[in-house]
């Protein structure tokens, strides 16, 4: 088995897992299970050749930054979310910083702006009247997200790997689950599709590291 196949490997037996214990609503099982899914997408992208380019160096950071958020994120109180969120929104400007060292398109980046602009005024209008003492923290994150969606789909269109624009989008989507939970409607169907596509998004990041290397 390949490197990357075996973080393959554990981020889908890390995932199980961990549904599993949100569903049977069991801290210990995902204390166990999540770290392992995290853990998985690190090893993938080393697989991937993240050791051999600055561009896989600099996705690596933020798959690092992102499984270090995932762990501070199995706590309940908002010291662990503040933390999860600062880990997250550091991850997010690698990624900006690594599709920005792509070949961009202007057209592009325009219409994603004025698309991620928005989205973003409508998620505000809609998490933020259950977060009023978050405003200003979820309100940076929201910017930095929107930046990495404008950024790698610049990069898509200007001919980087689908995997740079479609992880990015699957990310963002992957964030309003957490939100959801957080502050408008807790509860496992959040979790449910939610951590699916945070962990597929993580994998197809790390996957572009080997497509433009190749």
């Keep these: 088995m390949t490197l990357n196949g075996l973080g393959e490997l554990m981020t889908a037996v890390g995932l199980a897992g961990l549904l599993w214990g949100a ?73 900006v910083i690594a599709f920005g060292s792509l070949p961009m398109s202007g057209p592009q980046a325009f219409i994603a702006a004025v698309a991620m602009a928005a989205l973003m005024a409508f998620i505000a209008r809609w998490v933020f009247p259950h977060a009023p003492d978050m405003r200003i923290p979820i309100g940076i994150y929201m910017f930095v997200i929107a930046a990495m969606c404008v950024v790698a789909v610049s990069a898509g269109a200007a001919g980087a790997p689908w995997m740079v624009p479609v992880g990015a989008v699957m990310f963002t989507v992957s964030d309003i689950a957490v939100v959801r939970d957080r502050f408008v409607s807790p509860g496992f169907v959040n979790r449910l599709w939610g951590l699916p596509i945070y962990y597929a998004a993580q994998l197809i990041i790390a996957w572009s590291i080997k497509a433009i290397a190749g």
Aim: aromatic share 10%; glycine share 16%; net charge positive.
């Design 23 to 95: 569903w049977k609503k069991r801290p210990r099982i995902r204390a166990i299970f999540k770290p392992l899914a995290s853990a998985g997408f690190i090893v993938a992208a080393i697989g991937f050749g993240a050791l051999e380019s600055r561009y896989g160096n600099i996705v690596l950071v933020g798959l690092i930054l992102g499984a270090v958020g995932d762990v501070c994120l199995l706590g309940n109180g908002k010291t662990a979310f503040i933390a999860g969120l600062v880990s997250f929104l550091l991850g997010h400007v690698a990624y």
